[in-house]
């Protein structure tokens, strides 16, 4: 039997009409699962009883772990299997972002990614994912604090490797009847699944997307990400562009930056050319340590040179990452489970 979790609006008005219960009743079976804004006793006997034989997907905490930042917290959190994954909650200026597991371990292998070291575990349904928001936003509530604003795909695992758990998952999320966190506001991060891209492109949803690159020739980037040798650099562009096209969206472009292996001024100039013309938008990544990779992230004045050179070359936007949760492994890459 699913998890309610696991089930988006509609399959929820079709669970209750096969089991002889009005579909309509669904409307406030999902503000009791995701807005708290009714209780039990706001449901017929018929459908609490119905309700009592049904079961969420419970995500336990094993640890909570406050960054020295005063803005990061990471979650270790348990289901029913026995399984741990990480999440992490984020605070900014007037709002909050989710980062998200999709998976437990990673089949993906990037060298400097704690997560790709584990080495692939299973997939999280899209009641596990869904949890992992719904434990946070109860956890803000708790606090006296807004909800989540923002959910970034950019946990645990390959988020286009395990896809139809995913849009599953962010229909739930972007339900406006239920946890209504805009899909705009979502992002999905991918170290450049093409087939999940294209999938992606088809569907056309209006989630951000964000493509792991960190390399400017297949050489490069065989180095850092094996599934280079698969999706080639060449090859994922073109998806982008063609993602690009039909979707109407830019594409974020990750580069993680690791002293004296991709942050030269040629690095900048070569991803300068690769870029220009496309409808992108790079974010830079210093290097965050993780255990058995001895990178270290460069310097803050080669960090902004980067920056600069790709600005002025290539004319497409460029940020700079902000570092969070780094001394308690909740930055980009650290994640272990």
């Not at 096969?18 to 039990?40: C, F, M, P, V």
């Not at 210093?286 to 255990?291: F, S």
Request: glycine share 8%; hydrophobic share 40%.
């Amino acid at each position: 039997m699913d998890s309610l979790y696991d089930l988006t609006f509609t399959h929820l008005e079709d669970t209750l009409r096969n089991e002889g219960i009005k579909a309509i009743h669904a409307q406030k079976l999902y503000r009791l699962l995701y807005k708290d804004s009714i209780t039990l006793d706001d449901l017929t006997p018929g459908v609490r009883d119905w309700l009592s034989k049904r079961t969420t997907t419970k995500a336990t905490v094993v640890r909570d772990i406050a960054s020295s930042d005063g803005c990061t917290r990471k979650f270790v959190l348990c289901f029913d299997d026995g399984q741990e994954i990480e999440t992490v909650l984020m605070g900014y200026r007037g709002r909050y972002t989710a980062c998200i597991s999709s998976q437990a371990g990673c089949a993906m292998g990037c060298v400097f990614c704690a997560t790709g070291k584990m080495g692939f575990k299973r997939h999280l349904s899209a009641g596990e994912m869904v949890a992992q928001v719904r434990f946070l936003n109860t956890h803000l509530a708790s606090e006296g604090k807004e909800p989540l604003r923002n959910v970034v795909m950019m946990g645990m695992g390959e988020p286009l490797h395990n896809y139809k758990e995913l849009m599953t998952a962010l229909e739930i999320i972007s339900d406006p009847r239920g946890i209504c966190i805009a899909p705009s506001r979502i992002s999905i991060s991918t170290v450049g699944h093409i087939p999940g891209i294209k999938k992606l492109a088809e569907a056309g949803t209006a989630y951000e997307l964000s493509v792991s690159l960190h390399g400017a020739s297949d050489v490069e980037r065989d180095a850092l990400i094996p599934v280079n040798k698969r999706w080639p650099i060449a090859d994922l562009l073109e998806t982008c562009r063609i993602y690009s096209e039909k979707t109407k969206r830019k594409v974020l472009i990750a580069w993680t930056l690791i002293e004296g292996a991709n942050d030269s001024d040629d690095h900048a100039i070569r991803l300068a050319q690769l870029l220009k013309g496309r409808q992108v938008h790079v974010n830079l990544i210093p290097l965050n340590p993780t255990e058995g990779f001895d990178g270290q992230p460069p310097s803050e004045e080669r960090v902004l040179a980067f920056q600069r050179i790709i600005k002025e070359t290539a004319e497409i936007p460029v940020t700079i990452r902000q570092r969070r949760g780094i001394d308690v492994g909740a930055g980009c890459g650290q994640l272990a489970g």
